[in-house]
């Protein structure tokens, strides 16, 4: 089955100036995806649904925007669009929006990461 490829896809330059210095909330299908806090130079710190944190660093690559973290896996690639002012991700291969998520909430704080395994 052909990718269902969304329109109003934003650019890598959009992404850096939508992201940086700011924290990103998602969910999907109603539910607490996971969050993302993002610095300078495409550095960011991921928070999954356990809460477990992980450093990481984005980069273009054609139309997505792909994530690499502190583990040892191949990146993730994700199309960010906007759709009537809202924003979603669709993760590289999914197959329609069902699979998509949500950007809820994007503000200035932290996580609360805890544990020494994260950190810049």
């Known amino acids: ?19 940086e210095g700011k924290t990103m909330y998602f969910s999907q299908d109603g539910f607490f995806f996971g969050a993302e806090q993002f610095y300078t130079r495409r550095r960011s710190l991921w928070q999954n649904r356990g809460e477990d ?20 896996t191949d990146p993730a690639c994700w199309f960010f669009f906007e759709n009537g002012g809202n924003y979603y991700a669709r993760s590289e291969g999914a197959t329609s929006s069902k699979f998509d998520i949500f950007m809820y909430n994007r503000d200035t704080k932290p996580l609360d990461c805890k544990g020494p395994d994260y950190g810049a």
């Open 53 to 72: 944190c992980l450093d990481g660093e984005w980069y273009a690559k054609d139309d997505m925007i792909c994530f690499e973290y502190s583990l040892e």
């Open 1 to 19: 089955m052909a990718q269902d490829k969304p329109t109003n896809i934003i650019t890598a330059d959009e992404f850096q100036r939508l992201s």
